[in-house]
Structures are given as structure tokens and as C-alpha cells.
């Protein structure tokens, strides 16, 4: 059973739910209904009201911390998904890059190992393009290729001389269009790349066209257009 994802700070909405309690009430209330699912909704809720000044209450230990037992029905696996999704995106909110690639990173552990009861779609908008994103924010090209299709770096093999061109550049501005599907089980987003070149300071923005398939047999979406081309002026 797949749950679709009823709150992400990513297209910024808020679901509302009847059984969320106060923030401040004691955990042993909370414990008592055993309502699992809305408490981590309203962690989530709460740390929305205030992203930059209560990150590190949507953490995952922090979270784990508080958390009474595991998740196990698939609404509450589901909530814990996009308790670290959410967490990606409140660090990226906060400009701390390497935290919300960790965050996203576990998002992304985490739907691997409950595959059964994730949706593959939101898996792709909300963590795979994100992590895939900050990999590039961060200038790490090398961590990129892990999201880009075996067969496409087969066909198209990173030589000596492209790694060395992407050591030359780091990544000044990252801006998403929407994602538009391209047909069944492809999904292509357009992103514009600012671009500085480490030695000579100079910037351009090269505009990178990104189509992503998945892979019914691996249940593994990939980025069959390769790496940003770099070489755009």
C-alpha cells in the first residue's frame, strides 16, 4: 500500500489534522492515544511556523529522541518519510547545504527500505531531484553521477577532461522551473545554473534540461540526460 504525502514544506502547504495535538502538551498524553502519525505531523507543523529559528526540533535525532516506539503501519512509515524530507528542505531553508543533503540522504535510505509503501513520483520530486540538487549546489559532480542512468554514463563515459572542467567552476545560483511530464514514467525539469569560474571570477548561468525515468525493474528513478553541460556559453 502506497501513502501519498500530505504535508511538504516543498510546495509549502500544511495539511490539517483533527487528532494533532499541542506542541506543548506532555508526551505521555501523546503516548497514551498512541497516535504516532499525528504527532510527527505536528512536529512538522510547528517547526513551519518558524523554519529558521526551530530546525533543530525536526531533526531526526531529536525526533527519535522524543518518539515512544518505531513506526510500523504504512501512515506512519510514510510520516517519517516526510519527517526527513521536510528536514532536508527547513537546512536548505537555513543555507546549511551539507545538513539537508544529509537529511535528504536518509529520506531517501528510508524509501528504499519501504519501498512497498512509498510513492515513486514524490520520492523523485521530494528527495531524489532535491539531493541530486544540493550535490550540485555543493559543486560535488562526483556524488551527482550516482543519480544519472548506467546506461547514459555508458553510452557517454565522464573523461579526464570534463571532471577537470566541473573542478573549474562552482555554483553560484540554482533555479528550479516545474517539473512537466515527458510521458509514462518520465518526468523533464528545467534548471538555470549560475556558474563562477574559480580563477578568473567570472560568471555565466548555462540552463541545464533534466529528463528522468524510472525504472520499473531497479524501482529506482535516474537522470537519463547526464551531468550539467558546462561547456554552454
Known sequence: MKIKCPVIFTVLTLFSLTSVVSFAQKPDSIQLKDDFTGWIYQRIQYVAKQPLTRADLLTETETQAKAWRQPKTPEEIQAWLDL????????????????????????????????????????????????????????????????????????????ALDKERYKQVRVASYTERPPVPAGKGEIVQIVEIGLVNINTQTERSIVDRQLWRYDEKTKHWHNVSGLPDITQH
Not at 540538487?133 to 544519472?148: K, P, S, W
Open 84 to 159: 526527513l524530507t521536510n528536514q532536508g528542505y527547513i537546512w536548505l531553508l537555513n543555507g546549511n547545504i551539507v545538513r539537508s543533503t544529509d537529511s535528504y540522504t536518509s529520506a531517501f535510505q528510508w524509501a528504499k527500505e519501504h519501498a512497498a509503501q512509498t510513492d515513486p513520483a514524490q520520492v523523485l520530486d521530494n528527495i531524489l531531484k532535491p539531493l541530486g540538487n544540493n550535490y550540485t549546489r555543493l559543486g560535488d559532480f562526483e556524488q551527482a553521477l550516482t543519480f544519472i542512468d548506467p546506461e547514459t554514463l555508458k553510452d557517454h563515459p565522464l573523461s
